[in-house]
């Protein structure tokens, strides 16, 4: 493995001195093998045997010998231009490499993080009370970033390593010929020795449950190296064939008989990493456009409702849906396999969804013998339903999230199965015919999280867990019509979850709505700029830029209800009132004069309004609920974003404008903003805080719950108030000017505030 020290140090000179000699002697060789500079070459001398009138023995054993002779010429050759590629692009890879390395510690220990020679960071600076030292130190989480970008690094040198040294002694392996065959370069090289490496590991496979722990980390570490390796995947998958696949996570994954692994042993550790990378590996496989590979999907497709039998007797026979669904949530497996394999699967479990057998959950559960396919057991992936399974591989597909929600299940299936939107299978739970979702021992359904996976990456266009999400370009009309197809989706999404009543329903959804409603603020921003209907005559497309934008009107009415749901709950109201000071502030710096930015100003205020008066009733509701008991504790009482003091737009418009985005916390979303560069409109990465609650904040009467709140809702029209002032600060504004613009500014928060509210409903 190279280390960080290494590849700094790495001197390139005997490398590039070699290139260069092999280059000479290929030159040579070719010369040699079919001339061109006039002399003996052994091309002419091939043709020359061939063409002579041989005798006796010099009829068989000369002329053998001479043209076998001349065509090891040939393989001279061939094997000289392999070992020159591999050098080649050896040498270029692990160059930049190193200059990528030296860049980016320089441009880490900018901010005081030290990386050491094994590649780990950490701050190295003095303390901030040090005269000089830094104002701020980094947060951990830019010291994680560090370490990531680091670990890439070296990942993709030791890469290039691997595969060179691999190709170099393949090359030197014998002693009394010349290569008939070479590489092409790296890739080629990666691409035979991933044939290789798969025709090994379906050799172990063999073995299923009988694989030694060493044989399951060969496996691991075969896998990981090829996870990028089409070639490893598929020729892995199809000569494992869909049968093969099936029995051999059926038999490892759950051998019976007291052997299988308990949740917390080395073995079942493995075991998730073997779940992990052999996922992978069938998720790359299917991207694969060849006959055998899409035999390998229909047939698999095909088992999805056959009982998998183990070799060894067992009872327990999950259908094929239960043994593949646990491997289908990693990786990116193909959108066509998806929907089609998304189709079968709905139409089984419906089909099987009988008044007297039960439904899904007595479908999956098989309580009398069940196997364990998901590891590790009891983790956050879902153990025995393969619809959430299914969720979770879509929240790794955006394209075949977008399909699936628009196609249907019970669609030419001959036996009565009415046609049913999946939509309205999964999501409208209120719907006649949807989708019972199992519930586990305590009563909660954790389908529901990969469902919102699902949602999220449909409406986004990226990963639900992409680590560096951006939002998908409009440059063609194809991107512009994935868009609109997004937008859409959002449309449902905004309809459906229009109260706080009908997200708890489905537990654990709310975040992945909090972060699509992060990710189309500016739709949702379009949407509510529309009171009365005025949005057409005072000039909303305009002053948003729908068009270029690809904004979609969600409704006022809709739009208001669903950020007001989200807003009832601490997180979500964190993730959404983040977003809406981002957007916010660049729809400030968008515009064109001063006058058109305070307008967009005080729009956003009144979308911070909403969002705190929506959230202030939720902390309030929570006291109202506790009114009966004497010591009431607010846990969900949070401390709201410091972002909000920094939030600044720059002194100038469009490219030279600023935001100051937060940094750190559990999930990255890309929020859009309004502001436009030659290059297109910027995305801006946010990191969404998973709250720190504070604890222990007992209250005990109605007036420290007052308190409370006021204390909230002085804290949100601050966060919509920064904005404004640091864009009057920055271009002069006088006092008179700053009074007016923030009266302007409390009347449109307020108005945000009544709508929010639901005080009149409840009769207060």
Known sequence: MVTCQELQDLNFSKLSTAVTQWQQMLDKLVTLADGGDGGVNAADLERKANGADWKGDNATVTKSFTTTTARQFDDMVTEARSIHKILQEAHTGLKKNQDDLKTAIAKWA??????????????????????????????????????????????????????????????????????????????????????????????????????????????????????????????????????????????????????????????????????????????????????????????????????????????????????????????????????????????????????????????????????????????????????????????????????????????????????????????????????????????????????????????????????????????????????????????????????????????GVRDSLANMAAGHIDSLNYSMADWGGSGAASGRDGMFDSEGHRLRDFGESGSKNFLRALAADEDSYETVSTAQQVYGASSMAAQDNRADALDAGVSSARMHGLLDQARAESIGKEFADDKDQRNLELEKQGEWRKFAAEAAVGVGVGVGAALIVPTGGAALIAVPIALETVGGAINTQVSVNTLQWLKDHEFDNFDDSVAGIDKAKYDGSRNAMTPLLNYAEANGMTEDEVRRLAERAEGRYNDGGQLGGTEAARGW
């Open 110 to 507: 900018k901010k005081y993080i030290y990386i050491d020679a094994k590649g780990s960071a950490m701050y190295s600076g003095p303390p901030r009370e040090v005269e000089g030292g830094p104002k701020e130190q980094p947060s951990q989480e830019e010291v994680d970033a560090a370490a990531a970008e680091i670990s890439k690094i070296l990942e993709e040198a030791n890469e290039t390593d691997r595969i060179a040294a691999r190709a170099l002694r393949k090359h030197a392996q014998s002693k009394h010929d010349f290569d008939e065959t070479g590489f092409k370069g790296l890739q080629d090289a990666d691409r035979q020795q991933g044939v290789e490496d798969a025709d090994a590991m379906v050799k172990l496979a063999a073995k299923g449950d009988g694989m030694t722990d060493d044989e399951l980390k060969r496996f691991n570490t075969i896998a990981k190296y090829h996870r990028d390796n089409p070639a490893f995947a598929e020729r892995f998958a199809t000569k494992l064939t869909p049968e093969g696949t099936l029995e051999f996570w059926r038999s490892l994954a759950d051998p019976g008989h007291g052997r299988t692994p308990e949740k917390d042993s080395d073995r079942a550790k493995l075991l998730a990493g073997v779940q992990d990378n052999l996922g992978i590996t069938l998720a790359n496989a299917t991207h694969a456009d060849t006959p055998a590979m899409q035999a390998w999907k229909d047939k698999i497709i095909e088992l999805g409702d056959d009982p998998i039998k183990h070799p060894n007797g067992m009872m327990s026979a999950p259908y094929g849906f239960q043994v593949l669904g646990p491997l289908m949530t990693e990786g990116k497996w193909d959108t066509a396999f998806l929907n089609k394999y998304g189709e079968k699967l709905i139409d089984f479990e419906r089909k099987s969804d009988d008044p007297v057998l039960g439904g899904p959950s007595e479908l999956w559960e098989n309580r009398m013998n069940p196997a364990q396919l998901s590891y590790p057991p009891g983790g956050t992936k879902p153990d025995s339903d393969p619809v959430a399974n299914l969720m979770e591989a879509l929240g790794h597909n955006p394209e075949a999230s977008l399909q699936f929600f628009d196609g249907s299940s019970g669609k030419g299936s001959g036996d009565d199965l009415k046609e049913m939107s999946n939509w309205d299978y999964l999501v409208n739970q209120e719907g006649d015919g949807a989708r019972k979702w199992p519930t586990d021992e305590d009563g909660k359904t954790t389908g529901f999280k990969n469902l919102g996976h699902a949602l999220e990456s449909g409406t986004l266009g990226y990963a639900y867990d992409d680590k560096d999400p951006s939002i998908p370009p409009l440059g063609t009309e194809e991107e512009k019509a994935a868009r609109d197809q997004r937008t859409l989706l959002m449309d449902r999404v905004v309809d459906h979850y229009k109260s706080s009543d009908m997200i708890d329903k489905q537990d």
